[in-house]
């Protein structure tokens, strides 16, 4: 039998239960660990303290030091962040505390230059519709990363708990402690979960800006009932329900399905199956995948925990009503027993069961039957790497024929939430044709990516320099699926999201 890492008493047994293993023998032992943990972060004035020592001891003339101090800062600033916006959400009662506006990306006008000339894509441009204008004057002092921005920075690993190795059982430690406390305490004890929570909702919703939102909404709403948390169940266990419940009444209130995309008149689609559309569907970015579930948890669960992140699972759940949803993400995903899922959901252990059968079913009618086709792996294979380079260097280098040997011939391309779809290598090289060559109304000016990672995927962020301008600004990020060495499908997303991945919504542009 294991022992607790904080009291050193027995954990409870797990006869018959798979793949994880408890750290710690309660909610209060795993409270106490998070307080004692370097780096958690959990008490605001520790943590004010660290930072001020941090910023006393920088060393500029020291580089690799220097930057290496300052990206540990970082994170404890936005650590910092965390806890003050949940806690002055708490005392304000609430979610509207504002965010920090992201620079404008210069997307064009879809509309301005022919049918296709607002696609995103391999090299093209941000589709969203929102014409911004394109400042002349720029300067490389005007090229920041963006301050401030939620998810912006270095990877949070503060935020890091037992996610899928915590047992769903009761503990009053907790329950002491939020009746003793005020919304400071309340913050320091919800943080934790604060990552493992908006990943649950973006499971749930499909979006990683409404997932953003939910949480939020999820932690106001925990703190307005705090005295109704009687320690029955696990404080994780009454943060799933309260977020669980805010996802269904959204999804209740925003009623939308999939559905397949339609021709766009003047634009060549190829000969395949119109794809499913998902308007809503964004990418999230792998650096927080640590949130999801920590290393101790096992092999099996780390399997668990990516596949259920990838686009293609993603959007075949999003076909299943809300409810059979969130009782499949709570049973298959997070392991929650039937008793304890039927609990947080207000539903009988029959129903839940029932349910669960259906949502099985329907998800097999979606997915595809090799999981080579959609599993994910852990990072990027060294022939992902291979195809992730020459992919930036094509687009680069304007060279089609680079471009057009990288796809798979019935490679598909879709660019949410905008009605571009293309179903063929001869449909993406015939929009690739135009916006790589300078000569077309529909080049766009110089590339730069930056290699990323999506929703267990490789991934490039693309920045345009028009011509004119002297600032290469975010178009879009690609995520790709590579099967048998080839790119089969790859999915454009809009680029307001690349703080949440680390990177720069501008980058220096090249004179000339």
């Given at each position: 039998?294991?022992?607790?890492?904080?009291?050193?008493?027995?954990?409870?047994?797990?006869?018959?239960?798979?793949?994880?293993?408890?750290?710690?023998?309660?909610?209060?032992?795993?409270?106490?660990?998070?307080?004692?943990?370097?780096?958690?972060?959990?008490?605001?004035?520790?943590?004010?303290?660290?930072?001020?020592?941090?910023?006393?001891?920088?060393?500029?003339?020291?580089?690799?030091?220097?930057?290496?101090?300052?990206t540990g800062l970082a994170g404890d600033v936005g650590?910092?962040?965390?806890?003050?916006?949940?806690?002055?959400?708490?005392?304000?009662?609430?979610?509207?505390?504002p965010r920090p506006e992201a620079p404008a990306t210069?997307?064009?006008?879809?509309?301005?230059?022919?049918?296709?000339?607002?696609?995103?894509?391999?090299?093209?441009?941000?589709?969203?519709?929102?014409?911004?204008?394109?400042?002349?004057?720029?300067?490389?002092?005007?090229?920041?990363?963006?301050?401030?921005?939620?998810?912006?920075?270095?990877?949070?690993?503060?935020?890091?708990?037992?996610?899928?190795?915590?047992?769903?059982?009761?503990d009053d430690g907790v329950a002491d402690l939020m009746?003793?406390?005020?919304?400071?305490?309340?913050?320091?004890?919800?943080?934790?979960?604060?990552?493992?929570?908006?990943?649950?909702?973006?499971?749930?919703?499909?979006?990683?800006?409404?997932?953003?939102?939910?949480?939020?909404?999820?932690?106001?709403?925990?703190?307005?009932?705090?005295?109704?948390?009687?320690?029955?169940?696990?404080?994780?266990?009454?943060?799933?329900?309260?977020?669980?419940?805010?996802?269904?009444?959204?999804?209740?209130?925003?009623?939308?399905?999939?559905?397949?995309?339609?021709?766009?008149?003047?634009?060549?689609?190829?000969?395949?199956?119109?794809?499913?559309?998902?308007?809503?569907?964004?990418?999230?970015?792998?650096?927080?995948?640590?949130?999801?579930?920590?290393?101790?948890?096992?092999?099996?669960?780390?399997?668990?925990?990516?596949?259920?992140?990838?686009?293609?699972?993603?959007?075949?759940?999003?076909?299943?009503?809300?409810?059979?949803?969130?009782?499949?993400?709570?049973?298959?995903?997070?392991?929650?027993?039937?008793?304890?899922?039927?609990?947080?959901?207000?539903?009988?252990?029959?129903?839940?069961?029932?349910?669960?059968?259906?949502?099985?079913?329907?998800?097999?009618?979606?997915?595809?039957?090799?999981?080579?086709?959609?599993?994910?792996?852990?990072?990027?294979?060294?022939?992902?790497?291979?195809?992730?380079?020459?992919?930036?260097?094509?687009?680069?280098?304007?060279?089609?024929?680079?471009?057009?040997?990288?796809?798979?011939?019935?490679?598909?391309?879709?660019?949410?939430?905008?009605?571009?779809?293309?179903?063929?290598?001869?449909?993406?090289?015939?929009?690739?044709?135009?916006?790589?060559?300078?000569?077309?109304?529909?080049?766009?000016?110089?590339?730069?990516?930056?290699?990323?990672?999506?929703?267990?995927?490789?991934?490039?962020?693309?920045?345009?320099?028009?011509?004119?301008?002297?600032?290469?600004?975010?178009?879009?990020?690609?995520?790709?699926?590579?099967?048998?060495?080839?790119?089969?499908?790859?999915?454009?997303?809009?680029?307001?999201?690349?703080?949440?991945?680390?990177?720069?919504?501008?980058?220096?542009?090249?004179?000339?």
């Amino acid at each position: 039998m294991g022992v607790c890492r904080s009291c050193g008493g027995p954990l409870p047994g797990r006869e018959g239960k798979r793949g994880r293993v408890s750290l710690y023998c309660s909610a209060a032992c795993r409270q106490r660990a998070y307080r004692g943990r370097q780096g958690a972060g959990g008490d605001a004035r520790e943590l004010i303290e660290r930072i001020g020592r941090r910023v006393r001891g920088l060393a500029p003339e020291l580089p690799e030091p220097f930057y290496h101090e300052v990206t540990g800062l970082a994170g404890d600033v936005g650590r910092l962040r965390r806890i003050a916006q949940t806690a002055y959400q708490a005392a304000l009662g609430s979610t509207s505390v504002p965010r920090p506006e992201a620079p404008a990306t210069g997307a064009i006008d879809p509309g301005a230059t022919g049918a296709a000339s607002g696609t995103t894509g391999p090299g093209t441009a941000d589709g969203g519709g929102r014409a911004q204008a394109v400042p002349e004057d720029v300067t490389d002092r005007d090229v920041t990363e963006p301050a401030g921005v939620p998810g912006a920075g270095a990877p949070e690993p503060e935020s890091v708990t037992d996610a899928g190795v915590m047992e769903w059982e009761g503990d009053d430690g907790v329950a002491d402690l939020m009746r003793d406390g005020d919304e400071w305490e309340f913050a320091s004890l919800a943080e934790p979960y604060r990552g493992e929570l908006r990943v649950h909702c973006y499971r749930m919703v499909g979006s990683y800006d409404d997932a953003e939102d939910l949480v939020q909404e999820a932690l106001l709403k925990a703190w307005r009932s705090r005295d109704g948390f009687e320690g029955r169940a696990s404080f994780r266990a009454w943060l799933y329900k309260i977020a669980t419940n805010v996802c269904l009444d959204f999804l209740r209130r925003n009623s939308r399905r999939p559905a397949r995309y339609t021709p766009v008149p003047g634009m060549e689609h190829g000969d395949g199956e119109p794809p499913v559309r998902i308007t809503w569907l964004q990418p999230y970015p792998d650096r927080m995948l640590a949130e999801v579930v920590s290393p101790e948890a096992g092999p099996e669960s780390l399997v668990v925990a990516r596949e259920t992140l990838e686009l293609v699972f993603l959007a075949a759940i999003q076909h299943l009503p809300p409810r059979q949803r969130a009782v499949l993400i709570l049973r298959d995903v997070l392991e929650c027993p039937a008793a304890r899922t039927a609990e947080l959901l207000d539903m009988s252990v029959a129903s839940v069961n029932s349910a669960l059968q259906r949502a099985r079913a329907a998800l097999r009618e979606r997915m595809p039957e090799r999981r080579g086709e959609w599993g994910p792996s852990a990072e990027t294979s060294p022939e992902e790497m291979e195809i992730l380079r020459r992919y930036m260097a094509a687009a680069v280098a304007g060279d089609t024929s680079m471009m057009a040997r990288m796809l798979a011939e019935d490679v598909v391309l879709t660019m949410p939430p905008n009605p571009y779809w293309f179903t063929s290598r001869d449909a993406v090289m015939t929009l690739l044709a135009r916006t790589f060559d300078p000569a077309s109304p529909e080049w766009f000016g110089r590339w730069r990516h930056l290699p990323t990672r999506a929703n267990g995927r490789p991934a490039v962020a693309g920045y345009v320099q028009r011509p004119g301008t002297r600032v290469y600004r975010a178009q879009n990020i690609d995520v790709l699926r590579v099967v048998d060495g080839r790119i089969a499908e790859i999915t454009t997303f809009e680029p307001h999201l690349l703080p949440a991945f680390g990177l720069p919504l501008t980058l220096p542009g090249e004179a000339g």
